[in-house]
Nanobody, 116 residues
Framework: QVQLEESGGGLVQPGGSLRLSCAAS????????MAWYRQAPGKQRELLAG???????TYIDSVKGRFTISRDNAKNTLYLQMNSLKTEDTAVYYC??????????WGQGTQVTVSS
């Protein structure tokens, strides 16, 4: 199994930046790809960005140019650099690992609040 633990969330002002981290442990070799999701109050969880084992990153339109997903294989850590944050970015952010078996592993989530 793969365990994921997000960190780095907090309260930021609009236009500010935040860097989220996701530490992975366990059966890392089972991971096919990783991604960041978020869930705002009253909304469904949505995919923000994904990164393949080969390092190819994809983003939804609303975060393109503002968010950057990356990974440090040596540290088994996934990152999400968030710049130019908007109030609409307020949500619980979740780290996801898609396994070769097509199973998904999730972290506990970290709260990001963007407010004046």
């Amino acid at each position: 199994q793969v365990q994921l633990e997000e960190s780095g969330g907090g309260l930021v002002q609009p236009g500010g930046s935040l860097r989220l981290s996701c530490a992975a442990s366990g059966s890392i070799d089972r991971v096919y790809a990783m991604a960041w999701y978020r869930q705002a109050p009253g909304k469904q969880r949505e995919l923000l960005a994904g990164i393949t084992k080969g390092g190819t990153a994809t983003y939804i339109d609303s975060v393109k140019g503002r968010f950057t997903i990356s990974r440090d294989n040596a540290k088994n850590t996934l990152y999400l650099q968030m710049n130019s944050l908007k109030t609409e970015d307020t949500a619980v952010y979740y780290c996801n690992a898609r396994l070769w078996s097509s199973d998904d592993c999730w972290g506990q989530g970290t709260q990001v609040t963007v407010s004046s």
